[in-house]
């Protein structure tokens, strides 16, 4: 017989510990061991068994790792909360005495970091213990853009301090400046949300969310002092994501940054990026200036004469101003083809760059942004792909590659703004009340090609510059379909036809509809409805055929039961014709003998259908039949979520089928 | 000042003296004066003190009596001293009168001599003039000499009675003694304090004595000065001065003389070296940055503010860690599909009952927290609601969820059921009835196939046993064994040499060769037969432990001359009924068991030899149900109830007690290949057992609604099996069996024959397998065999 084994000494009960012991253990207040816990990355646990992690009788809520708090317990961070504490107990007896001159001396050494935006401590080590590496911190990556793209663009309020909010906005920026140099922006999509952006550095992909231009509302109960911890660790980790990312292109960091013209709202166009001399060894001084007009004292004059000078010599110096200037810095982490010098060898896959390059889709262009259209982004997106030319109208702030409308090396130009019908007919003289150079709104440069903004997008996700005039202004624009889904086998997929993705029966069931239809078409739409809803009916059932046999064991029955079902289509089959008949009798047209001929094959097809369905069905009934109880069970589990995607892509299908039909309609 | 204290008191008993003494002057001398300004009188008394010291006292003292009078003074002195009451004023007063009494006592001749005088004029009165002036008469005050020396004699008490004594406020007395004297007011404390206030007291009086030398106490001017400073608090000695200007000992003055005549040290001239090493401390401070000069506070806040944060590169020595076990990662959030684009596809966009729906749930119950919608152009796309909430709830998740690893099963469905060889696989495995053999008469017990495949054998209820040709399904041959016993199993021998058929009916069991039309198979079947019986007469006899005579487990004999013209040859008898036959691989043995047997249930049997052995004393696991030889290795299985067991015939030992599970084994069957087994139960259920695995099966397989009757393998070539119930039907499975030993053997039931009717409850019986073909035979309880293939 082996020791004993005491109760409350291994397992469970030791591994796991509550909050409020954690809490007491660390001896420190609750909202700093929030603080840790969201900075250390520590989360809480489900015990296998919550009865015996928990000592005590009331249900305690939350439980933490022993271990993870034994890995707190060595946190010099905790010293630091603790000096913070002893300070602000000292302050508070000063202030308890009326000495203010004291306390105020106190009050300098404290960190108000809700003030100044900056703590006294610094959390790089913390975040070289949660990530070892570098790929880990990319990894990582998402929630922390999501989170300080959202604080760039929130109002400051006294939980949110100003100073915390320009340097997200600061820190964003420079990752965008990097996502531009590099070319890694790969992805990009304008949901209900926000826009979605994807890049891939370093072999990750990395996705954020970033909300529109707006006023933020905040709704509910929103705690910023949680949000706050966040994005302090968030803050420090970008900062130093950042620094090496810059690093890793060659880049200084932090990039030069001009003041004047972020409070003039030039945003990515105030920041000047430098080589890193130690980097960069080739002798070209690598000044990559982030945006064209970045040393120009004024953008109005400078645009003029950049005007002037490119209408000398318009192609030359497109040409030279197309050549990237980053690329001295591309070869590095290119991967090198390998061809088999001779024949015999093994051949070894390779990630192939795809020839387009996706980073220089837009290079040969020059974008001209109207003043309705969400700048920040088109810009961020437009540069990310290689063009290095944007102008946009002077509302829209500082850093524009021109201003002036009429600049003629403009080859695209962005509009979000509909047609106004009566404008044509006017000149374009006066009624803009705008500057002089403005255009009235319908007039057209000729040699431009005007566009919507979600051709930019359509472009970018597809890798290609899309048809234009799918995106003319006052165009119904086609839809916009996320680049993150991934197709999996027999999900719905709106790009493909309807035809190639609905199982057989679905689309027997649907040409007999439509025939119905379209015999019905005359009708009264009422007659039609109850018929839809019959079919509608009848696909579930075979639907539930296919999918669903699991869950009666008999299959005798369910055949039966579908072919009850044929014989009753039969019967209304039969109905539908005699009707057709009388019908053709008074209007005093020929039956229609050959659609019959055609309807009686499709029957025989969905009759083969319906038997193939059947055999199916029992052959799963046979094999499940061998399964032991736990599996069946999984396996039925597993039939039921299935069913339900399918229930869903059905839903779709049949939506999309009855607004196909909709439309063919209307255009007869 | 004590002494002038002491002064002040004896005058003050000066005064008492007096008083008294005026008094009895008064009294004795001038009773017609007023005594309206007494009190003026005692004052004037006081006040010629001095003077008229002597004279109190020598008023009637009269001549040489002075001494005396003195005398008397110093006594009245000390009396006032030791009765300083106002109320033992009044005894004073009395010892005073006493005293005078004594006096003139005393001095009584001098006195008699007045008295004579007076009494010469007349005896004991005088005459006075009262107010009026009419006369008075005076007497003498009689004295009533009370001869005791009574110390504690009557204070005068006052005699006024229960009146409050304010009604004697303006007057002098405060009322009358015993004797109707006035008694008068004693000297208040006004009065005496106004004495001594006008009393000028010496200076430094203190009203002490001086214990050493007795004399009063007197304060010196000096002390006096002292006590003086001390009160008001000044520094008590005199011309002490708290400041004094400092004295400047160490001055810039070069002295003259050094004050100590050593040389001056070398370290004098030399650079300290732990100097020059703080100094060096604090400059590498300074290099460094670690001392920063100063700077006012608001500017050095400023500067706070605009530092940048150090950069560097964080990961420049980066080691990757093996990941721990304990750490979830957080998962990403789910990238956005169609649905949640600005402008999605139109069947994306909720229909107006979706949206009711989507808008009636709860907040917390809604599958997506949005509604897909369209906007026609980016302009018109707002700001999303609950982006900031969302963000705030994917905080939450990351720091207060517990995380919980779950393995998404993402596979499909399909790929857990078994990979099922497909029907046409499986094919081919019988399906119909093709064959129908009737003619027996009640219940088919027992089917046989021989194996050459051509001969069926079959017995039943009507104590026959009939063969038929298996392809024709003609009768070929039969012979009635018993007319009460029913046949209760039939077998042939296995082998080709000969066509030899083994019955069992009750106790015996019958070797028959039947007649088929090949003259040479039956000469050769006979040979075989007939080989045993010189061995049967040479056996010897065996005996039980007490010589008697034991009986052999069975008894070989010729069935008899009726029997063996139809082709019967061979019977033997064991000792209890027999239910099974079982024939070893090479038709030389064959066991059979006899479930009621007891101990010799079980019996082997040597053709060739005519011999019969039990090979078990005791069976464990009651009554034996079935045997079965191993097709291949010198196993034998035994089947009791309950259990399997599996023996060595060589080594005679048991290899291994299969445990089927089920209540009641009826059939066993092996494998061709020999590591497997069926068994088949009458609880419904065909247990499938792995020899090489556990005891336990390895599938039970409950297709059947009524007990399982019999369970065979295809002893050919084809992977099937079956079993038979009473339930009237055969079910058919194929079983894939591998040699690998990581996959089990893959079981597909295949098909379910029907057509047997059921006769009272009772189904199939018996099922047999053709040895080449696919092909089943089953006899049923309704007297009829039926070929499948």
């Not at chain 1, 039956?591 to 055999?615: D, F, I, N, P, T």
């Not at chain 2, 001494?67 to 009396?79: F, K, L, R, V, W």
């Not at chain 2, 007319?483 to 066509?499: A, H, I, K, Y």
Request: glycine share 6%; charged share 30%.
């Amino acid at each position: 017989m082996g020791r004993i084994k005491k109760k409350g000494e291994a397992g469970n009960a030791k591994n796991y510990i509550t909050r409020t012991q954690a809490v007491k253990k660390l001896q420190i207040s609750l909202p700093d061991f929030r603080k840790l816990c969201i900075w250390k990355g520590i989360f809480p646990r489900e015990p296998r068994s919550r009865k015996k992690a928990s000592k005590s009788s009331t249900a305690s809520t939350t439980f933490y790792y022993a271990k993870d708090i034994q890995f707190l317990l060595h946190e010099p961070l905790l010293q630091k909360f603790r000096e913070q504490k002893t300070l602000e107990k000292k302050i508070a007896k000063a202030l308890g005495r009326g000495d203010l001159s004291d306390a105020s001396r106190l009050e300098r050494n404290a960190t108000r970091p809700e003030k100044t935006g900056k703590p006294r401590y610094t959390l790089d080590t913390v975040i070289r213990d949660r990530y070892p590496t570098f790929v880990d911190a990319l990894r990582d990556l998402d929630d922390c853009l999501s989170m300080l793209f959202l604080f760039a663009n929130l109002p400051s309020t006294s939980t949110v301090p100003a100073k915390m909010i320009a340097r997200c906005e600061r820190l964003c920026l420079e990752f965008q400046h990097y996502l531009i140099a590099s070319q890694s922006l790969r992805k990009s999509f304008l949901s209900i949300k926000g826009i979605y952006y994807q890049a891939n550095i370093q072999g990750e992909d990395i996705l954020w969310l970033v909300p529109y231009k707006f006023n933020q509302r905040v709704v509910g109960d929103v705690d910023f002092r949680i949000m706050g911890t966040f994005v302090e660790f968030y803050m420090t980790l970008l900062g130093f994501v950042n620094f090496r990312l810059y690093t890793s292109v060659g880049l200084k960091y932090p990039p030069k940054f001009d003041e004047n013209k972020d409070n003039e709202a030039a945003e990515l166009g105030a920041f000047k990026l430098e080589g890193n001399h130690a980097a960069t060894t080739s002798s070209e001084p690598a000044q990559v200036t982030a945006s064209d007009s970045a040393a120009q004292p004024d953008p109005e004059t400078q645009a003029e004469v950049n005007k002037l000078i490119r209408q000398m010599k318009d192609a030359a110096v497109e040409g030279d101003r197309t050549e990237p200037t980053v690329d001295t810095d591309e070869p590095t982490d290119a991967i090198d083809k390998f061809e088999p010098a001779a024949p015999g060898g093994d051949v070894l896959p390779q990630p192939t760059y795809s020839s387009g390059e996706p980073g220089s889709l837009f290079a040969n262009c020059t974008f001209y942004l109207s003043r309705e259209t969400p700048r920040q982004s088109l810009e961020f997106i437009i540069r990310a792909f290689g063009c290095k030319r944007i102008g946009w109208d002077s509302v829209l702030g500082e850093g524009a590659y021109t201003t002036n409308e009429q600049d003629p090396s403009i080859t695209h130009q962005i509009v979000d703004r509909p047609i106004i019908q009566a404008a044509t007919e006017e000149d374009g003289d006066g009624e803009d009340n705008q500057t002089s150079q403005k255009l009235s709104p319908n007039q057209r440069i000729p040699g431009r090609i005007y566009i919507q903004p979600q051709w930019v997008w359509d472009s970018v996700n597809d890798e290609e510059l899309k048809r234009p005039d799918e995106y003319a202004p006052g165009a119904q624009l086609p839809p916009h379909l996320s680049p993150f889904v991934q197709n999996t086998q027999g999900a719905y997929d709106p790009t493909l036809p309807l035809k190639d993705q609905e199982p057989e029966g679905e689309a027997l069931e649907d040409s007999d509809d439509e025939e119905v239809d379209g015999d019905e078409e005359e009708d009264s739409f009422a007659v039609k409805k109850p018929k839809a809803a019959a079919d509608g009916m009848d696909v579930d059932i075979s639907d539930d055929e296919e999918d669903e046999a699991d869950d009666t064991f008999g299959g005798f029955s369910e055949g039966e039961k579908s072919a009850e079902g044929e014989e009753d289509d039969d019967e209304e089959d039969d109905e539908l014709r005699n009707q057709q008949e009388l019908q053709a009798e008074l209007s005093g047209k020929p039956v229609k003998q050959a659609k019959a001929g055609a309807r009686s094959q499709k029957l025989e097809a969905k009759k083969k259908l319906v038997l193939k369905a059947k055999e199916e069905a029992e052959e799963i009934e046979r094999a499940k039949g061998m399964l032991s109880k736990k599996k069946r069970k999984l396996f039925e589990q597993m039939q039921y979520t299935n069913n339900k995607k399918s229930a869903e892509d059905q839903k779709l299908r049949e939506k999309r089928r009855k607004l196909e039909k909709q439309k063919a309609r209307a255009k007869a | 000042m004590g002494s002038a204290k002491a002064n002040l008191k004896r005058k003050a008993s000066n005064i008492e003296a007096n008083d008294p003494a005026t008094t009895v002057k008064i009294a004795q001398d001038s009773d017609s004066e007023d005594f309206g300004d007494f009190g003026d009188g005692i004052l004037n008394a006081v006040l010629d003190d001095e003077d008229s010291e002597d004279d109190s006292y020598s008023f009637d003292g009269e001549g040489g009596d002075s001494d005396d009078g003195e005398e008397t003074g110093s006594e009245y002195d000390i009396a006032s001293e030791d009765i300083p009451t106002d109320d033992e004023g009044g005894e004073n007063k009395l010892a005073l009168t006493n005293g005078t009494t004594d006096l003139d006592k005393g001095e009584g001749e001098g006195e008699d001599e007045d008295e004579d005088e007076d009494e010469d004029d007349q005896s004991n009165y005088r005459i006075e003039k009262d107010a009026n002036g009419g006369i008075r008469y005076v007497y003498d005050e009689i004295d009533p000499v009370y001869d005791s020396d009574d110390s504690d004699a009557q204070d005068p008490t006052n005699t006024i009675g229960d009146i409050p004594l304010s009604f004697y406020d303006s007057y002098p007395h405060i009322g009358y003694d015993i004797n109707g004297k006035k008694i008068l007011r004693p000297a208040t404390g006004d009065a005496l304090d106004s004495l001594l206030d006008s009393i000028e007291l010496p200076e430094g009086w203190t009203g002490l004595t001086d214990p050493e030398t007795g004399k009063p106490l007197n304060l010196s001017r000096d002390e006096l000065e002292l006590l003086r400073r001390v009160q008001m608090k000044e520094v008590p000695q005199e011309g002490y001065d708290m400041y004094p200007d400092t004295v400047e000992w160490y001055t810039s003055h070069v002295e003259q003389f050094p004050l100590s005549a050593a040389p001056e040290p070398k370290r004098r001239f030399v650079p300290s070296k732990h100097e020059a090493k703080r100094v060096m401390k604090l400059v590498k401070a300074i290099r460094e940055g670690r001392i920063l000069p100063y700077k006012p506070p608001e500017e050095r806040e400023k500067e706070e503010e605009q530092e940048d944060e150090v950069h560097y590169d964080l990961w420049a020595d980066e080691t990757p860690r093996p990941p721990n076990v304990m750490h979830i990662p957080a998962p990403k959030t789910a990238p956005p599909g169609y649905d949640l684009s600005y402008n999605p596809p139109a069947e994306y966009l909720p229909t107006n009952s979706e949206r009711k729906a989507w808008e009636g749930t709860d907040p917390e119950e809604r599958e997506k927290t949005y509604l897909p919608q369209k906007y026609d152009s980016l302009r018109r796309t707002p700001a999303y609601d609950g982006f900031v909430k969302e963000r705030f709830e994917r905080c939450l998740d990351l720091y207060l969820a517990p995380r919980v690893r779950k393995t998404r099963l993402n596979i499909d469905p399909t790929s857990l059921l078994p990979k099922l060889p497909r029907p046409e696989e499986l094919r081919p495995f019988p399906t119909v009835a093709s064959i129908e053999f009737t003619g027996h008469d009640g219940r088919v017990r027992s089917v046989s196939i021989d194996s050459s495949g051509q001969w069926l054998a079959s017995g039943g209820d009507d104590g026959t046993v009939r063969v038929w040709g298996l392809s024709d399904g003609k009768q070929q041959w039969q012979v009635k064994l018993s007319s009460e016993d029913p046949v209760d199993v039939v077998r042939w021998r296995p082998g080709q040499d000969g066509l030899i058929l083994s019955a069992a009916v009750g106790e015996d069991i019958y070797l028959m060769i039947p007649s088929t039309m090949n003259p040479e198979l039956e000469q050769a079947s006979r040979a075989i037969l007939d080989a045993g019986f010189g061995y049967a007469s040479n056996a010897k006899q065996q005996t039980t432990a007490t010589g008697a005579r034991k009986d052999p487990p069975a008894k070989w004999a010729r069935p008899g001359a009726r029997l063996e013209n139809e082709g019967v040859l061979l019977k033997a008898t064991v000792r209890s009924p027999i239910k099974t036959i079982d024939w070893h691989r090479r038709g030389d043995f064959f066991c059979t068991v006899s479930p009621t047997g007891q101990r010799s249930a079980v019996a082997i049997h040597t053709l060739s030899k005519h011999l019969t052995q039990i090979p078990f004393r005791k069976l464990p696991g009651g009554a034996p149900q079935t045997a079965s030889f191993h097709p291949s290795r010198s196993l034998f299985f035994v089947a009791t109830q309950r259990t399997i067991r599996c023996y060595d015939l060589q080594r005679q030992e048991l290899v291994k007690t299969i445990q089927p599970g089920c209540r009641w084994i009826s059939s066993l069957d092996i494998h061709p290949g020999g590591d497997h087994l069926i068994a088949g139960s009458y609880d419904r259920r065909l247990l499938w057992h792995d020899l090489e695995m556990s005891a336990r099966p390895y599938k039970t397989l409950r297709f059947h609604e009524q007990a399982i009757r019999s369970v065979k393998f295809h002893p050919g070539s084809y992977p099937l099996f079956a079993d038979c119930s009473d339930d009237g039907t055969l079910q058919i499975f194929h079983s894939k069996v591998v040699n690998d030993l990581m996959e089990g053997p893959t079981i597909t039931p295949v098909k379910m024959l029907s057509g047997h009717r059921v006769v009272n409850r009772i189904g199939v019986t018996d099922v047999t397998w053709h040895p080449h073909h696919p092909w089943i035979v089953s006899g049923g309880a309704d007297g009829t065999c039926r070929l499948w293939t």
